[in-house]
């Protein structure tokens, strides 16, 4: 891998990483938890699950700002989405609080 690459990806990987624990963190405060979500054998799983008081569930994609989904993400999505549950795409930390709302009053 090239050097200029490198250094792009790391800053992509940085911005990514800090949205995560920015989501993470809102969450806590929320009184909920926000757990880094592994899926062994069933790749394109979101990164993030919310869970919130009263048995509020969501997924959360988080990706670097601008970035989009990759295709088989966005297949996991719609899977889950079919199943009653939400998805969100988080590229922007300014859609964290939002997130926890939609989380909160989310019905089937």
């Keep these: ?10 800053r992509t990987d940085t911005s990514e990483k800090k949205i995560e624990q920015h989501l993470a963190r ?17 790749d394109g799983m979101p990164d993030r699950i919310v869970l919130l008081p009263g048995c509020r569930i969501g997924f959360v994609e988080v990706k670097a700002p601008g970035r989009e989904p990759r ?5 996991r999505h719609r899977m889950l989405r079919k199943l009653g549950f939400p998805v969100f795409v988080l590229d922007d930390p ?10 909160e009053s989310w019905r089937t």
């Excluded at 891998?1 to 790391?10: A, L, T, V, Y």
């Excluded at 809102?26 to 069933?42: D, Q």
């Excluded at 295709?71 to 297949?75: A, F, G, M, V």
């Excluded at 300014?94 to 989380?103: F, L, R, Y």
């Design 26 to 42: 809102a969450v806590k405060e929320a009184g909920g938890i926000c757990p880094k979500l592994v899926s062994p054998g069933m």
């Design 94 to 103: 300014e859609k964290i609080e939002w997130i926890i709302k939609e989380v």
């Design 1 to 10: 891998m090239s050097k200029s690459r490198k250094n792009k990806s790391d």
């Design 71 to 75: 295709p088989l993400q966005t297949n």
